[in-house]
């Protein structure tokens, strides 16, 4: 593909489209949210060590000692991971909206649906 292509703009008049293809800031995007998808996974797992116990009808029944809180050492490390997960996303959402200029150009709707399951479990932990 060449640099100055003929394509038709809705306005009537000739446009030339000089992209190539993504540049380096939009294949950055991708990678953004492949890091933020990481690390928010990465919090799922520690939150299932880190979370208490449930405490079901059996457990009752047979009296099992069961952990009622939240384990101190994990929950530090899934605070951090979830921050890290919503502040990689937030990055990611700021370069794209400061990018977005053309009519081809989109906003990624998993990095917005990552922030809120992020931040929301996030404000579920530290509340």
């Known amino acids: 593909m060449t640099a100055y292509n003929k394509v038709g703009s ?3 008049g000739p446009e030339f489209e000089r992209r190539e293809g993504p540049d380096l800031l939009c294949r ?9 998808w990481l690390l ?21 029944y047979l009296g ?5 809180y939240w384990r101190p050492r994990l ?3 899934l605070v951090y991971l979830l921050w890290g997960s919503v502040v990689v996303s937030v990055a ?9 200029k053309r009519r081809s150009d989109h906003l990624h709707f998993n990095i917005i649906l990552l922030l809120l399951s992020a931040s929301g479990m996030l404000f579920y932990i530290l509340r």
């Not at 919090?43 to 079901?56: N, Q, T």
């Not at 099992?64 to 009622?68: E, K, M, T």
């Open 10 to 12: 809705d306005k009537g």
């Open 28 to 36: 950055a995007f991708k990678y953004l949210a492949v890091i933020a």
């Open 40 to 60: 928010f996974f990465a919090a799922l797992i520690v939150s299932h060590y880190a979370r208490p116990e449930m405490d079901s009808g059996l457990v009752r």
């Open 64 to 68: 099992l000692d069961i952990r009622d």
């Open 75 to 77: 929950t530090f490390w």
């Open 92 to 100: 990611s959402l700021l370069l794209n909206r400061m990018r977005l």
